[in-house]
């Protein structure tokens, strides 16, 4: 608590949490110190503080989600903030109302921050051009999740200590991923080295040109890394065949011990949630409390949601 | 009965009859041209006759944009006959091909007569429908060509779609021959594109939006030139947007196959780039490639492999663009900027002036069969007269189209049309 008080205010560049491309590496920094700070009041038995009393943030979720709307919900509640979350799925947007629509109702409500989840890329950008209060990304299509990103960089350094030099291979459906977007803008933001592993089919278009090194082979892929992340096979996205079977993506890309020995002895295993047991993930390798840190992942979500809620909060 | 007019002091570009010189123009009292070129001159005419000295600005033939969306009937919210036709004439195009994805399509010679009637009435421009190739231009039952042709129809195409099924695109090519109807093909397989926003490339794979590989369109064109070996017939590929779809046609063409190829304005001076922050103007099709592409769809028009440049003119309301990259509607206004935007390739020395405006007059009247796109002597004078330097910015809110969906707002470019006449008469004049 006392801590928290004491703080001085830092500002972020931008004005909204649109992308990890739109950060610089002090805003990061920033970000993930002040992360840091609230870890500690999560596990405090008080969790609650009013740094956001009186403001207003709105969960606008176009698609279903657990743990991000959860970990969103509880970050502004344990800041003081009043939040209220729509789940669109079902509700306006079916009748007929557009985006910008939809965003112009919610803006004539004063909120100070809308966070959203949508299923199309650029829905973010979209809102926060017809918005006055902050907008942050949630997840948008294909093509950014900057808070998982740097959740996943604050369970790094937790462990490690920091993220530069680490070898960190991210595999499994790259495609189709807005994490594996956001990890390779901000794991090569903070000085680690990216091997995407993957199959032919889930790899976008010109991968290298964001700095990453391609596999096709899990082993050669995890060979000396000290963090594997291994991604969601998004099923649902997926128009046509792009595997034969989830038992031959199993096979040669599912994360199993034997795979895994590639890795350095140390490695971590981490995951976005919500896994495919047996699909991309070894179910005794998930559960593994020396390697795995997926529940830890979700632990320092809230306090990575918190630390952007109250930084963009204040920057309008 | 018009006043005979005598245009003087001009710079005369006609590339049918390979004109480039000094000289004047006489439109005699029905609206025909009576004389052309350098012997058009003060000294030769009646002293007592109202001359118009045009102090060396350029008369060309009125432009032929040969792909154009209007509107009506079904989305006249869109665009309309007038309000196409004053954006046409500003731009200097005095005719134009409307595509058939009206609502209801364009497929059967009732709609014909409809149009014609329309375009008659309301616009100035002269309006060339094409039919669809397939009933409802949905890809599995073939229109009436013969019917359809000999009711005016200009050219057969499904538009924004393509057919898909070879069997029936080979039937088509085979049948169509018969009636000698012009079969103008939108090349993208729709399996290969299925839920493409953009170029699938590096700015796709950064903005999460699905791709559109170039594959999608050399497949359709190779396809149609392999049958064009066993079909022949007039066929025509709307517009090409890749390096890839260049080299085959310049490989067929050089082969000895007759067949012509377009490309849309925008492909040639924007890139996917130019998309930006998920800009919807600039959501096309095909889509706007990448800079190596643009450069190869130049060196297409050099060579000849490219026969045509068209706006690709498709107008839409704010709201179809107001939504998510992935939701908005597909296309940009463009036909009042055709012009001035190809004279920016003839300014940064890619492409020749000549050769320019051959694209957008002699080229596309030869592909069609019209007496139009050329100072013949006895032609319909439908002429436009430019000053190519003139500079000016591209704004939204002064474009003549019902809808505002120009990609290039805020671009500056060089070259506007002064006037734009259709049968001898003065049907605009800039201010």
């Not at chain 1, 005794?284 to 997926?294: F, P, Q």
């Not at chain 2, 004047?24 to 007592?48: C, W």
């Not at chain 2, 498709?314 to 663009?321: C, G, M, N, Q, R």
Request: aromatic share 4%.
């Amino acid at each position: 608590m006392a801590i928290i008080k004491k703080l001085k205010a830092v500002k972020i560049n931008q004005n909204h949490l649109l992308g990890i491309q739109d950060l610089s590496i002090s805003d990061v920094n920033k970000i993930l110190d002040e992360s840091k700070k609230f870890i500690k009041l999560n596990k405090s038995s008080s969790k609650k503080i009013n740094l956001l009393r009186g403001k207003t943030q709105i969960n606008l979720f176009f698609e279903p989600s657990t743990r991000t709307q959860s970990s969103f919900e509880l970050a502004g509640k344990r800041l003081g903030a009043d939040v209220m979350s729509m789940n669109i799925v079902n509700s306006a947007i079916k009748k007929g109302e557009t985006l910008i629509d939809t965003a112009m109702t919610l803006n004539a409500m004063h909120p100070d921050i809308i966070v959203i989840r949508h299923q199309d890329s650029g829905a973010p950008n979209l809102l926060s051009q017809k918005v006055n209060c902050a907008v942050i990304n949630a997840g948008d299509g294909r093509r950014e999740h900057p808070t998982q990103a740097l959740l996943d960089a604050l369970t790094i350094i937790n462990r490690r200590g920091k993220v530069e030099g680490l070898k960190i291979a991210i595999c499994g459906d790259i495609l189709h991923s807005r994490v594996a977007r956001s990890n390779i803008y901000l794991m090569n933001m903070l000085g680690a080295e990216v091997n995407v592993v993957a199959p032919k089919t889930l790899l976008p278009h010109s991968i290298e040109r964001l700095g990453v090194n391609v596999y096709h082979n899990m082993k050669k892929g995890l060979d000396n890394c000290d963090i594997v992340m291994m991604l969601r096979l998004q099923n649902e996205r997926m128009q046509g065949s792009f595997l034969p079977s989830a038992r031959e993506y199993y096979e040669y890309f599912g994360l199993t011990p034997d795979k895994l020995a590639s890795a350095k002895k140390e490695a971590l295993i981490m995951h976005p949630g919500p896994m495919n047991r047996g699909v991309e993930i070894d179910t005794t390798l998930a559960d593994d409390i020396n390697r795995s840190v997926i529940r830890e992942q979700v632990e320092l979500g809230v306090a990575v949601r918190m630390a952007c809620l109250k930084l963009f909060c204040k920057n309008i | 009965m018009m006043k005979k007019k005598y245009l003087i002091n001009a710079r005369i570009i006609d590339p049918k009859n390979k004109i480039d010189e000094l000289g004047g123009i006489i439109i005699d009292e029905k609206g025909y041209i009576e004389s052309v070129g350098k012997k058009v001159k003060k000294e030769n005419l009646p002293t007592e006759s109202e001359k118009i000295d045009l102090k060396n600005k350029i008369i060309i033939p009125g432009l032929i944009d040969m792909r154009v969306f209007v509107g009506e009937p079904g989305y006249e919210y869109k665009e309309n006959f007038r309000t196409l036709s004053n954006a046409a004439l500003s731009g200097g195009v005095t005719s134009v091909v409307s595509m058939p994805n009206t609502l209801p399509v364009i497929d059967n010679v009732s709609m014909v007569d409809f149009l014609k009637r329309r375009g008659r009435d309301k616009s100035k421009i002269n309006i060339f429908p094409a039919a669809t190739l397939t009933k409802n231009a949905d890809g599995i039952q073939m229109t009436e060509f013969g019917l359809l042709k000999s009711k005016g129809i200009a050219a057969f195409t499904d538009g924004i779609r393509t057919v898909q099924n070879p069997q029936l695109m080979s039937r088509i090519m085979n049948f169509a021959s018969q009636s000698e109807s012009l079969i103008m093909q939108h090349a993208e397989d729709n399996i290969l594109s299925n839920g493409g926003q953009i170029n699938d490339g590096e700015i796709s794979t950064r903005l999460g939006l699905q791709g559109i590989p170039s594959l999608a369109e050399r497949i359709i064109v190779e396809r149609d030139l392999a049958f064009l070996e066993e079909y022949i017939c007039r066929y025509h590929i709307s517009q090409i947007s890749s390096k890839k779809t260049v080299e085959i046609i310049r490989k067929a063409k050089n082969e000895g196959k007759i067949f012509t190829a377009g490309v849309s304005i925008n492909n040639l001076s924007l890139n996917e780039n130019d998309i930006g922050d998920f800009k919807t103007f600039l959501k096309l099709s095909p889509p706007l490639r990448t800079e190596n592409d643009r450069q190869s769809l130049i060196e297409g028009v050099n060579d000849g492999s490219i026969d045509v440049i068209v706006s690709d003119h498709k107008p839409e309301d704010e709201e179809s663009k107001r939504l998510t990259f992935s939701q908005a509607a597909t296309g940009a206004a463009g036909i009042e900027t055709l012009l001035p935007l190809a004279l920016e390739l003839f300014h940064n020395g890619s492409i020749k002036l000549e050769k320019i405006i051959a694209t957008m007059t002699s080229n596309p009247s030869k592909i069609l069969g019209i007496k139009k796109g050329n100072l013949d002597v006895g032609n319909e004078a439908d002429i436009c007269i430019l000053d190519i330097n003139k500079p000016w910015i591209v704004k939204q809110n002064e474009l003549k189209s019902k809808s505002k969906n120009t990609p290039i707002e805020n671009r500056k470019l060089q070259g506007q049309v002064l006037k734009t006449f259709v049968k001898g008469e003065l049907v605009f004049e800039r201010n």
